[in-house]
């Protein structure tokens, strides 16, 4: 019996780039296609599997035949809490946004060191103001969360000649890392670097963990992970009194409303959560990797323990 596959997706382009690239990828499996919460309560008690962004999480209630969930996504913080039926595996997207978020990390990095705003703010006036620039080498940077996605910012760092403090979970070594802190740490953590990277996943135990107001003088916080592990207000005061400048591709509150001071507050990048794409053929392809794993009852990869939360 082919297996019934409901893809979701809100967006209407990505729906139908899914819909041209599945049905070659899963040869057999019936798919059925939703973009709409309507859409997807009228059909959620036929999955047997779900590829999914943005599903509302309550209608999986309805889901009796699910057997296992691929979040089209890396943070599944609403598929943890979401009522799926007893021993429906979660899986999410792993291993396929670290070179465009450590990218980014770095991109943002080297403007603030380089001092690229202001040099690009001075051409524009045609000013001829020569500055001092600086440099990544030397500086120490703060990796806040160590799955694929920070290890891959932690390789790069390494070929800048960055020191790297690295925040973890659970206690053990890191591989590039200098130092290693776990949670109960994030204080001297935060404390002790002139950048930091976060890519935390959103968990109980990562809610306003990283604190603004612990970071030191001068330094750059970049937030890539989920808005809610930074406290805003915090934020907001760090930034305001001088004591550091901030990058944000992610926000307690997604579109970032307008009236929102992260908007204009000089020292605050904002950035419309744009960091780690997912990129349709990619993701079709890792789903379908899995997809036949799944059908070959093999242990899926990206598998969430929901207990730890990611
Ligand atoms: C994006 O934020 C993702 O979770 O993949």
Redesign the pocket.
């Known amino acids: 019996m082919a297996l019934t596959v409901l893809v979701h997706a809100p967006n209407a382009e990505r729906l139908a780039t899914y819909a041209e690239l599945l049905p070659g990828l899963l040869p057999g499996a019936r798919l059925l296609f939703t973009q709409t919460r309507d859409e997807a309560a009228a059909h959620i008690h036929e999955a047997e599997v779900v590829f999914s962004w943005k599903l509302p999480a309550d209608l999986f209630a309805q889901a009796s035949r699910l057997r296992w969930v691929q979040?089209?996504?890396?943070?599944?913080e609403d598929l943890v809490a979401a009522p799926l039926p007893k021993g429906c595996l979660l899986t999410?997207?792993e291993g396929l946004?670290g070179s465009y978020m450590s990218e980014y990390a770095f991109l943002h990095m080297l403007a603030h060191a380089q001092r690229l705003p202001a040099i690009y703010a001075n051409a524009a006036q045609k000013r001829w103001a020569p500055c001092t620039i600086g440099k990544l080498g030397g500086k120490r940077l703060g990796v806040a969360g160590s799955g694929s996605i920070g290890m891959e910012v932690i390789r790069k760092a390494k070929a800048f000649d960055m020191e790297v403090w690295s925040l973890v979970r659970t206690a053990r070594s890191v591989t590039g890392a200098d130092r290693v802190f776990t949670m109960d740490q994030a204080g001297e953590f935060a404390a002790g670097v002139d950048y930091l990277v976060s890519v935390l996943p959103l968990t109980p135990a990562t809610i306003g963990l990283i604190d603004p107001l612990a970071l030191k003088q001068g330094a750059v916080l970049i937030n890539m992970g989920?808005g809610a592990t930074i406290d805003e207000r915090r934020l907001l005061a760090a930034v305001r009194e001088g004591r550091i400048e901030a990058v944000l591709d992610?926000f307690a509150t997604e579109p970032l409303p307008e009236e929102h001071p992260f908007w204009s507050t000089p020292g605050i990048t904002v950035t419309p959560?744009l960091s780690?794409p997912?990129v349709p053929a990619e993701v079709a392809d890792y789903f379908a990797a899995n997809f036949r794993r799944f059908v070959a009852a093999e242990p899926l990869v990206g598998l969430v323990d929901r207990q730890r939360g990611y």
Do not use: E, K, N, Y
Request: hydrophobic fraction near 50%; glycine fraction near 22%.
């Open positions: 979040a089209m996504g890396a943070g599944v999410r997207v946004f989920r992610v959560h780690g997912s």
